[in-house]
């Protein structure tokens, strides 16, 4: 069995209704250089737009890499969407980092989570 | 089917909006006995539901799964909610399979798609 990740790992809850999310479905071209570096980078500037959520993420190895990123409202989503390092990146993106991808925007109008009672003892960066 | 990367992969492409998508993502148990067998059932079932336009699935080593199921309008994907066999597997997912999991449904306002420009291989390409 592989060792489990020290850091926890948990899906974005569930919010009230309605919200927003940017799901984006992605191929990745072999080369990825400079990927990491902008991904932290635009981590790092989406938790300054207001209203932004959380993302979660998740990538089959040599598979598909899915993205989904949450907002309060569709202004939310629109600040982010203009921001121009973020478009910077898509630019490079289309021209180096991904062979297809696919983005869907939508208004969520329900939604609900769910967590097994065993819960770890272990504290979480709010 | 086999598993092997070498089968192509591709995210489901953009449709024209209005449609919606469910998006389910997971911290799946340990235990994972007999999910394998039940997806694959879900799997077929899904595709005689009308108007069911297909599914992303990605899932990080060890970390979170991401499922992106899209359907052409809300009867579409009310039909798939309410299938027996899908219900059942519901509850047994929260019994054995998840540790945790949130779905949000949605109605995609807005999509767009890429793909890479390649050069088909040409016999007669010198």
Redesign the interface.
Known sequence: M?D??EAP??????HEPPYY?A?F???R?QDQSGYSETDARLEDLVKDVPGYLGT???????????T?A?FRDAEALAQWRCNAEHRSAQKRG?AEW???????????????????AHVPPSPTAG
């Open positions: 592989s489990h990740s790992v948990a899906p974005v809850e569930a999310m799901v479905t992605a191929v071209t979660d993420y998740a990538q089959s190895p040599g598979g598909l890499a899915i989904v949450y289309q991904y062979q297809s991808y696919t983005l869907h925007v939508a208004k969520v109008e329900r939604s609900h989570g769910f967590t097994r």
